[in-house]
Each structure stands twice: as structure tokens, then as C-alpha cells.
């Protein structure tokens, strides 16, 4: 079985976020993806295999290739850099040629590569609903929310906007009470302070309950922070930078119930399974 460590939201090495990639002729039990997956200890490892049957890829509602995420405690419905990782290892390994369409529990997702080197995913957009932060919440990220929405199913976090730029760049939130406050996670975000550095708004995103205490970035997220944005700033085309310690970029574009999010990605580990 051979796997792949792909460096995601960014065209540097060491940088974005690290997605396990392993390619599969068909899936194994849960507890075998599982077992890879907390192995590998990345935020989420990608499988996939591609589907063979009468019919795939072709016609609309069709897929080139099934694709599950596991983080290393559990299975997610939906994960943007493994997703932007994936598909970058099919293009540069020549397994897939052009768009590549994924059938996954959001759906069909596709993947489609660009001139430049980035690709860009079509994700359903995440809908959002005003609702206040559970008792604790505040305090064990260290910081008073301006504004918390629910991002609905598929994302299932907490959105919080926090005052400034660097409010969110200063949080060191207390991980253990914020998972005991919340079973969800928190994506706080804030506008950019100054946007002539290429970005429109900032965001950090922290999973306790899932097994990640902070994400590095978020590809999903931005399902959630595109609308946000888009409507406070005016614009359907945003660029949003995750402020963790490895950093990485984000285009968005809204386009009504889908999002669209761009990144480049590179391959930094390729070895085997050998049990």
C-alpha cells in the first residue's frame, strides 16, 4: 500500500496542512482505514479508489473516484486540503487526467487543475445560522466572540468572529476546556487588518473533539467563511489566510449553494506500507 504525505494550501514544502494520500483498488474495513489513519497522525488521511463499475464518470451525478477522510480518531463528512491533496496526486502522477469528480458523503465534489499549478474544489457552500457559543466557549479560547454562527451539517463547527486581526493571531486556547464546553470546534476568524498583504480575512480553526487540537488549514472551513465574508466585504472572490504556525492561502468564490476554493499543494513524503 503506498502512501503519500502532501503538503496542501501551499506550493512550499513544510507549509498548509499535511494530508495522508493513499490510492486504493477498493476500500478495506473502517477499522484498517482507521488504524492508517491514526498511524499517520495528520489532521485527515485521504483514501480513495477509483470506480470502475457501468456508468462512472460518465453522465451527470457520475464519479471518477469514491473518497472517504479519517482524521486520527474518526471518519469526517467532508475535508477540503485531503480533497485539494488527492487530486493533486492524481494529476502529477498521471493516474487521472483533467477534472477529477468524487463521490463522497458531501456529495459529488470535483477537482479541477489549473494552468498555474493550483487546483481549484467545487464544495457545497455551508449554511449559516446565528447562534450563541455554548458556556465555556469564550473562556477557553481566551477571547469574547463579536458574532457565532452554526456552518449547518456537512462543516459542523462553531464560527466565531473575534475582534481584530490580532485577537486571532494571539489565541492560545485552553484545549482540553474547550473540548468539555463544546463537542464542536471553533472557526474564528476575523477581517484583515491591512488586505494590501493578499488576504481579505483570517481564521484558525481548533478540533479537540476530533483529535486536532488546531488545524493548520482548513479547506471546509472556507465553505463556511466564503459567505461570511463575501457578504460583509461585498465581493464573491476572497482570499483567506489561516494564521496557524505552518500558515496557508485560500481563494474562495461564491457561487450561490457552492463554494469554490483554489490552492496549490506539493508531495513531500511517498513510501510504503509494509504491515
Known amino acids: 500500500m503506498r502512501i503519500r ?3 496542501a494550501f501551499t506550493p512550499h514544502p513544510f507549509k498548509g496542512n499535511p494530508a495522508g494520500v493513499v490510492l486504493l483498488d477498493t476500500f478495506p474495513p473502517d477499522s484498517r482505514l482507521q488504524q492508517i489513519a ?7 488521511t485521504a483514501f480513495a479508489h477509483p470506480l470502475r463499475g457501468e456508468g462512472a464518470g460518465r453522465g451527470e451525478g457520475a464519479a471518477d473516484w469514491a473518497l472517504r477522510w479519517f482524521t486520527p480518531t474518526t471518519e469526517v463528512p467532508q ?3 485531503a480533497t485539494l491533496a488527492t487530486a493533486h496526486v492524481l494529476h502529477t502522477t ?15 465534489l470535483i477537482a479541477t487543475p489549473q494552468g498555474d499549478g493550483s487546483i481549484i474544489l467545487d464544495f457545497p457552500t455551508a449554511p449559516l445560522t446565528r447562534d450563541e457559543a455554548p458556556p465555556g466557549v469564550a473562556e477557553a479560547l481566551g477571547a469574547e466572540p463579536v458574532a457565532t454562527f452554526d456552518t449547518g451539517p456537512l462543516v459542523g463547527e462553531l464560527l466565531i468572529e473575534l475582534a481584530d486581526e490580532k485577537t486571532v493571531r494571539d489565541l492560545t486556547p485552553d484545549h482540553r476546556a474547550l473540548a468539555a464546553a463544546s463537542t464542536r470546534g471553533v472557526i474564528a476568524t476575523a477581517r484583515a487588518q491591512d488586505p494590501s498583504r493578499g488576504y481579505d480575512f483570517v481564521s484558525r480553526c481548533f478540533f479537540p473533539n476530533s483529535g486536532i487540537d488546531e488545524d493548520p488549514v482548513t479547506g471546509s472551513a472556507h465553505t463556511a467563511l466564503a459567505p461570511y465574508w463575501s457578504a ?3 465581493r464573491a472572490a476572497l482570499t483567506g489566510l489561516q494564521a496557524s504556525r505552518r500558515t496557508g492561502l485560500v481563494g474562495t468564490q461564491l457561487l450561490g449553494d457552492r463554494t469554490l476554493l483554489k490552492g496549490h499543494a506539493i508531495t513531500v513524503v511517498d ?3 509494509l504491515v
Open 38 to 44: 491514526t498511524e499517520l497522525n495528520h489532521a485527515e
Open 232 to 234: 460583509r466585504l461585498g
Open 271 to 273: 513510501g510504503e506500507l
Open 94 to 108: 498521471a493516474t487521472h487526467q483533467g477534472n477529477v469528480r468524487f463521490a463522497t458523503r458531501s456529495g459529488i
Open 79 to 81: 475535508c477540503g486540503h
Open 5 to 7: 504525505v502532501v503538503d
